[in-house]
Antibody, heavy 120, light 107 residues
């Protein structure tokens, strides 16, 4: 299993950014996918999850209304559209594979992460 | 939201020691608890799911016990490669929340 994130950037508050994650080594459209972030020196924070067929999508309150998760099963890809970025969104963003089709569950594989820095 | 609290926040131990980590949930989460290991500069690695199910490839010196609100990760006979930060995560309800982590350091 490989999960490779892209989209690292340095942006100003209020701007937008799109993260992508390309998956391989498993049947992508059989599993939920997630974004989890880790601010510098802090613990892990789950950001958003999407079910295998995009039928169920959930967000952490801290990003609800600003971030949009999506997936393209034909391209084995997961996305996170981030808008109205805030300094507190600065973190290493991990793409993580869920262990089942639905979005509630543990994360059995993780990418290496992509850095997002929001600063004026 | 369910709050996950880990203790201690850090601990020092020697190779060969038996080490225990504690994770408490703010409400009953049954057995929906996972443990992750994270080394500096690396992604987290799933060690245990469903409170006690060891993942494939994880050494048998790792074990997990607990249910409800109190959970424990045990490492028997600590090895040099085990020095890392260990985090728990509940998947009982959304948002899925993590503990703040326990950093295991060399004594």
């Amino acid at each position: 299993v490989y999960l490779v994130e892209s989209g690292r950037d340095l942006g100003q508050p209020g701007t937008s950014l799109r993260l992508a994650c390309v998956a391989s080594g498993f049947t992508f459209d059989d599993y939920a996918m997630h974004w989890v972030r880790q601010a510098p020196g802090k613990g892990l924070e789950w950001v958003s999850g999407i079910s295998w067929n995009s039928g169920s999508i959930v967000y952490a309150d801290s990003v609800k209304g600003r971030f949009t998760i999506s997936r393209d099963n034909a391209k084995n890809s997961l996305y996170l559209q981030m808008t109205s970025l805030r300094p507190e969104d600065t973190a290493l963003y991990y793409c993580a594979k869920g262990h089942r089709r639905w979005e509630l569950g543990h994360f059995d594989y993780w990418g290496r992460g992509t850095q997002v820095t929001v600063s004026s | 939201d369910i709050r996950m609290t880990q203790s201690p926040s850090s601990l020092s131990a020697s190779v060969g020691d038996r080490v225990t980590f504690t994770c408490r949930a703010s409400q009953n989460i049954s057995h929906y608890l996972s443990w992750y290991q994270q080394k500096p500069g690396q992604a987290p690695k799933l060690l245990i799911s469903a409170a006690s199910k060891l993942q494939s490839g994880v050494p048998s010196r790792f074990s997990g016990i607990g249910s409800g609100t109190l959970f424990t990760l045990i490492i028997n006979s600590l090895q040099p490669e085990d020095y890392a930060t260990y985090s728990c995560q509940q998947s009982y309800s959304t948002p899925q929340t993590f503990g703040q982590g326990t950093k295991l350091e060399i004594k």
